[in-house]
């Protein structure tokens, strides 16, 4: 299994940049497609990205298409969501999450491993 760790949250105005980190401990970390999702106070949690296990293919949310990154370092057991142009709407808490394999799933119970969470707060 892998046991994940997400840092890099906090407060940034709109049109500002956050990058997070989740990093990952546990044996074959590299075979593991990560995914990003979000949610915010009384909302179901949505699918933000994923990315495949070589990092050769990536999937975002139509909502932050063109705005966020997903990057992964599988030298250092660390995948990246950089957080561009951030708004209001972005506001939420931001989890990775792990499966085995390599196809992306949207939906959460499709992964198997969960970090803590990292509050990300944008304001106006």
């Known amino acids: 299994q892998v046991q994940l760790v997400e840092s890099g949250g906090g407060l940034v105005q709109a049109g500002g940049s956050l990058r997070l980190s989740c990093a990952a401990s546990?044996?074959?970390?590299?075979?593991?497609?990560m995914g990003w999702f979000r949610q915010a106070p009384g909302k179901e949690r949505e699918f933000v990205g994923a990315?495949?296990?070589?990092?050769?293919?990536?999937y975002y949310a139509g909502s932050v298409k063109g705005r966020f990154t997903i990057s992964r370092d599988n030298d250092k057991n660390t995948v990246y969501l950089q957080m561009n142009s951030l708004k209001p709407e972005d506001t939420a808490v931001y989890y990775c999450?792990?499966?085995?394999?390599?196809?992306?799933?949207?939906?959460?119970?499709?992964?198997?491993?969960w970090g803590q969470g990292t509050q990300v707060t944008v304001s106006s």
């Open positions: 999450a792990a499966r085995s394999g390599n196809y992306y799933h949207t939906t959460p119970s499709e992964y198997a491993y």
């Open positions: 546990g044996r074959t970390f590299s075979t593991y497609t």
């Open positions: 990315i495949s296990w070589s990092g050769d293919n990536t």
